[in-house]
């Protein structure tokens, strides 16, 4: 699953750090996600989304087959 957390971080100027303390979670984790080798849980997923006031789907892109999926 891609992701585009790094991009809303940047965008409110949170650390990866930050943003793990806001959702509960380390910072590690928050590294793992960023980077595609940990694919959080729905409740994770929608924790980080609504810190950023977006829809789960602005954030995480699923593509069930495996693809690529460029999110830039």
Known sequence: MKNRIKVF???HDLTQEDLAQVVGVTRQTILAIEKGKYVPS???????S?????N???VFMYDAEGRTIDVD
């Open 9 to 11: 971080r940047a965008m």
């Open 56 to 58: 789960i789907e602005e």
């Open 42 to 48: 729905l409740d994770l997923a929608f924790k980080i």
């Open 50 to 54: 609504r810190h950023f006031k977006v």
